[in-house]
């Protein structure tokens, strides 16, 4: 089993938009099925289709990969999903909530939305992770995040598939990481 600094961190959230995808299995392949941490990830969706993201990234990973119920408690080694067209929050007992209210920047799940309600809850023990993506979605987050005292990455964009949404969250977080997808996933290695 694979030892882990105890407790600097306890959960991840990691959003992107065209390229995210591929960009998160990059980095979620490494991870061990014990891995310490509840990871939650925010990518944009089509609404109305049925998807088969997350069996999708499960053929590629070791860590469980599921959508997020509503008033599901976050456990550790598992990644949430944000399920198309809902608006993800995590409330302060470590539960999801799902939203439909108005979707920001055009997308609903909003990175943004599930950055600023994990700040609220893990504070200095959060990481936040930018991916690739063709929007602004993420920086605020990533920047209320940052203020909370957790560690803001952000994907090279000389890496990614689409450079707006990495770009973006640089420039809105001047003290974020700007790491590889392998660097990354050796960052979350060693929480």
Same mark, same amino acid.
Do not use: F, G
């Given at each position: 089993m694979k030892v882990y600094m105890s407790g600097k961190y306890k959960a991840v959230v990691m959003g992107g938009s065209w390229g995210g995808m591929n960009a998160a299995v990059e980095i979620l392949?490494?991870?061990?099925?014990d891995y310490p941490l509840p990871i939650v990830l925010v990518l944009?969706?089509?609404k109305g289709v049925i998807s088969e993201l997350p069996a999708l990234i499960?053929? #590629? !990973?070791y860590v469980q990969i599921k959508e997020a119920d509503e008033k599901e408690k976050m456990q550790p080694g598992t990644v949430y999903i944000a399920p198309a067209d809902y608006h993800l929050l995590i =409330?302060?007992?470590? !539960?999801f909530s799902l939203d439909v209210s108005e979707? $920001?920047?055009f997308s609903r799940p909003s990175i943004d939305v599930t950055f600023e309600s994990a700040a609220e809850v893990f504070g200095k023990k959060l990481i936040g992770i930018v991916l690739s993506g063709a929007s602004k979605d993420g920086s605020q987050g990533l920047y209320t995040i940052c203020r909370a005292g957790g560690q803001a $990455?952000?994907?090279d964009p000389r890496q990614a598939e689409v450079t707006t949404m990495p770009q973006?969250? $640089?420039e809105t977080v001047k003290r974020a #990481?700007?790491? !590889?997808?392998? =660097? $990354?996933?050796?960052y979350l290695l060693a929480v």
């Open positions: 392949k490494y991870l061990p099925a944009h969706r089509l499960r053929k #590629k !990973t =409330e302060q007992d470590q !539960t979707a $920001i920047l $990455i952000v994907q973006a969250a $640089i #990481k700007v790491l !590889t997808l392998d =660097e $990354i996933a050796a």
